[in-house]
């Protein structure tokens, strides 16, 4: 993998109750320990009285360390009573991908790492088909085949759980993954774990989507990455974009049109939870796009 270039940062996430003087504060803290901030962005939920932020800081600016702001940042989030997380920018996220037959989704994240535009690191890759060992192991990761039986899948999810585990992995993205996660993985990793899903949700919710799309006669396609909830396809929403279609395409034309969608939605998806760019609240999300 192409290692980033990029200056070393810190990313400042907060979400908190809405009120006059948020962004004064937040940048005087920063400014008085010599804090530049690279990027900035807010947003407030006028309706729901709620407040988000997302600043990125020069790490060679600031005159404390890491460990030292966190600490001294604490007393006036809980004033405000503040979510919020500081993270390292040069810590690279420990992702694991899941996938089942279709390979494009999976290939475009492997060549978006490989090629660096996707700052990660991916420990292994899990599968419950042996289709795709030949592609991943030739990117140098690890492949690991759990296969899924139909009628007892209880420790196929118990063995996967366990490979996540072994990887401390901090995100796990299903990369065009065809089984129902269970709820207590959905539960795990709740905020961290992340779908693709082949159809513009709520639309066609579950499987077989082109199919449905097709008797139906739509003149739009798409694919929404979103995260997993206990909740099918119905979880926070990240990113989504559609495709035109007409009366001439048939299903075929719309399962290849389709996936061209999927992998250009999951990787932005994946972008953006991994530059902190996504805040949930309830079944919603603010995403500060680039």
């Known amino acids: ?45 006028v309706e729901q ?34 979510h919020w997380v500081l993270r390292n920018n040069s810590e690279l996220q420990r992702v694991v991908l899941l996938a089942s037959h279709a390979s494009h989704c999976l290939a475009d994240i492997l060549h978006r790492w490989k090629s660096g535009d996707l700052a ?16 991943v192991e030739w990117h140098g990761i690890p492949f ?17 759980s366990e490979i996540i585990e072994r990887h401390r992995a901090e995100t796990v993205v ?14 795990a990793y709740a905020g961290r774990l992340i779908n693709i899903h082949h159809s513009f949700l709520p639309s066609f919710v579950g499987a077989n989507p082109y199919l ?20 099918l396809d119905e979880g926070p929403i990240i990113e989504q974009d559609v495709i035109r279609v007409n009366h001439s395409c048939d299903k075929d034309d719309l399962v290849r049109l389709g996936r061209d969608v999927e992998q250009s939605v999951l990787s932005r998806g994946l972008r953006y939870h991994l530059e902190d760019r996504v805040i949930v609240r309830g079944n919603k999300t603010v995403v500060f796009t680039s």
């Not at 400042?12 to 530049?36: E, N, Q, T, Y």
């Not at 990660?120 to 592609?135: D, G």
């Not at 690991?144 to 996967?160: C, D, I, L, N």
Request: charged share 20%; proline share 5%.
């Open 174 to 187: 299903l990369a065009r993954y065809m089984q129902i996660i269970p709820p207590q993985i959905c539960e």
């Open 49 to 82: 009285g709620w407040f988000f932020m997302r600043n990125v800081i020069s790490a060679s600016s600031l005159s404390v360390s890491l460990d030292d702001f966190r600490r001294e940042f604490a007393p006036l989030a809980e004033d405000h009573g503040m």
């Open 1 to 45: 993998m192409v290692e980033s270039k990029k200056t070393a940062s810190y990313t400042l996430v907060i979400s908190c109750p809405d009120k006059v003087g948020i962004v004064a504060a937040v940048s005087r803290f920063v400014a008085d320990r010599g804090g530049s901030l690279t990027e900035s962005n807010h947003h407030t939920d």
């Open 212 to 231: 449905r799309a097709y008797e139906r006669g739509v003149k739009l396609i798409g694919a929404t990455c979103h995260y997993v909830t206990q909740d």
């Open 120 to 135: 990660c690191q991916i420990p292994c890759v899990i599968s419950n088909h042996e289709n795709l060992r030949s592609m």
């Open 144 to 160: 690991h085949y759990v296969p899924v039986p139909k009628e007892e899948k209880s420790g196929a999810f118990r063995q996967m």
